[in-house]
């Protein structure tokens, strides 16, 4: 009889040590690496118009897609070019020539994981940008903050105020 | 007070449960407090909440996406259960809708319920009548009124919340108030109920096991909006609060401890159970009374596997009914953006039903069905379909809140009758990491579900226009519910059923079989309160037999 190969131990038992887990770096980056993650940083607020993005989730991404996205990581030094020229994240993605490599960076910072299926590395849950537009009337799953019963007040108006 | 006696690694007890879910952990319970000694033999690890949470926060967004609710939670190697990102094919499936028993169950202490909407629904009075009021299917050798008692008893020990008013109830046939009255509505089930129900949907409030109060120790539901795969706070009630409860009385807990075989004397009473420690060795545990509870796919599995000399078609099985039968929920979702705001995700998983088409003449003819608001956070949805579209900055803010706040998603369940071709077999050629056969199952919808799901879809089609839906969707490949059933049958016939009213093995007299498993009739709710009924069925039986 043949032993079928499944019997192991699920897959995020080991979350916590990946890349993408909840800890702080503990090795103070070298020059090139906080260089890089400082571009990365002003690339991603350039691609997704937010300004107060979290640099520890950045760092995260900028590693994970080395790994896991190369044709984005290629792509990289170019993109840091063009983010001075543009005024919005529509006309950055408008540029031919960087327009998956952008929408790749936005995704992840929206989805909070880079690659896929087994490779897949979470950068982010509760910090992805995917939970921003409606902050102001859902939690994320597990981060509930509203007490007993608080889903029984009025949601907020469907249209954010600005 | 009377405890287990342990000589050499076996054990000896008034009691042996196997499985440590919601119905063994009743019955364990309820004896030990009567003042047997219990042994539970459960085949999976302990489990740490926190550990569980953090697996699941930590899930990618393609897993969280196809709601994998059974990665977060660790296996042990000896004792595997279907994983699906990616399959790891533990079961395998055949026949025309294997696609649609893809079941999803945890081998831990306290079981499955670690993973669930805790709806706790009782069938109907008919729904124990199909034969005699439909002419289709089976019916009970029980009547409602004689498993009554055995709800109210169920929803105290899961904590039920529920309507009081009898408008709302399905059914209203009851002896006793729910624990605490329903779990409030919020906008998003309001806002629908004012859409159908003067259409006859009769959209209404989910008893669940949870409550807003502080309740038996457990914290006030606190709308963490992630049931499924776990409750953070444990709120939610989950069998490992009843294997708790049953510890500190007394009862002992052997937590990988994978039972492989059934020994049975000349009068084939069962005499003892041994199991498989995480080192793969082998020990005994003796008794007075067994119990198995381990979900309909792992009893019937366990019954075939433990064949012996005396019971060479698997024990319990002088029916050849072992395995046979097997039934769930196969169901199917239906999504669309509504005109309105609708903001699912605000509040517990699933708090409203329409059970209009619950319950009807036309079942003679085809399969009711029920409709679930799903209450899950539509975010990650609205983020894929946002993202697809190419969208950035504000534009793709404002669309993800667009979907996010106008989207719904319904979870349509419908009743398959007991078909002893949908069955579970022993694979030839897969076993286990203890050497034990994988279990194969062959699954077929059949024609009388196929049909309600046509009729589902007309009323879906409806509902829709009622909200002049956008991106109106229907799915066409069913999927599994977990609410796995049949396949130990009850009956009052020994030559066409398992087990008897209480669950009793024909076959042995003081082997038990409770749970979904004796299931006679599927209905279209979910199938656990009325597994826990049963449990304490038999737990009473068992007690009159100690």
Known sequence: MALFAACRRSDTSAAGTQPGSNQKPDAAPSAADAAADASFLAVSSALTGKHDLDPYVSGRIRAAMAVHEPATTATLDALQRLAGTVDSPEQFIAIPAVR????????????GTVGKGTEAVTVAYRDALMQRPVADGIFPATYAKGGPAWWVAAPPPAVAAR | MKKPTFNNGDVEADVIVVGSGVVGALVANQLVAAGHSVVMLEAGPRLKRSE????????????????????????SPHATAPLYFPANDYVALTGPDASSFRQGFIKAVGGTTWHWAASCWRHLPVDFKMKSAYGVGRDWPIAYADIESYYCRAEEALGVSGPNDPQRQSPRERSRPYVADMIPWGHGDSTFAEVVNPHGYNLVPIPQGRTIQPWNERPACCGNNNCQP?????????????????????????????????DTD?????????????????HKATGRQF????????????????????????????????????????GFHCSFIADRPIWLGRGPAQSSCMVGPRDGSFRADYSANKIILN??????????????????????DAEIRRRAVYGVDLSISLEPLPDPTNRLTL???????????CPDIHYSLGDYARKGYDKACEQLRHIGSLF???????TTALNANNHIMGSTIMGSDPRDSVVDENCRAHDHANLWLPGGSAMVSASVVNSTLTMAALGLKTADAIERAL
């Not at chain 2, 569980?52 to 296996?75: I, M, T």
């Open chain 1, 100 to 111: 998956d490599a952008a929408l790749a960076i936005v995704a992840a910072w929206y989805t």
């Open chain 2, 52 to 75: 569980v949470v953090q697996n699941w926060r930590n899930a990618s967004f393609e897993r969280r996406l196809g709601s994998d609710f059974q990665g977060p939670y660790p296996q």
């Open chain 2, 230 to 262: 776990i409750c953070p706070i444990g709120a939610m009630y989950n069998g490992i609060h009843t294997v708790d409860a049953a510890e500190k009385k007394g009862a002992v807990v052997l937590e990988e401890a994978v039972v492989y075989r059934i």
């Open chain 2, 266 to 282: 000349a009068q084939n009473t069962v005499t003892a159970v041994h199991w498989y420690d995480r080192d793969r060795v082998s």
């Open chain 2, 291 to 330: 119990v198995i509870a381990c979900n309909a796919l792992e009893t019937p599995r366990l019954l075939l596997l433990a064949a012996n000399e005396q019971n060479p078609t698997g024990i319990a099985n002088g029916s050849d009914q072992v395995g046979r039968n097997m039934m769930d929920h196969s």
């Open chain 2, 375 to 396: 209450n899950i956070s539509r975010v990650p949805v609205a983020t894929q379909q946002a993202l697809a579209l190419g969208l950035v900055g504000d534009a793709l």
């Open chain 2, 427 to 437: 694979s030839t050629s897969r076993v286990d990491g203890l050497g034990l056969a």
């Open chain 2, 468 to 474: 002049n839906a956008e991106e109106f969707n229907i």
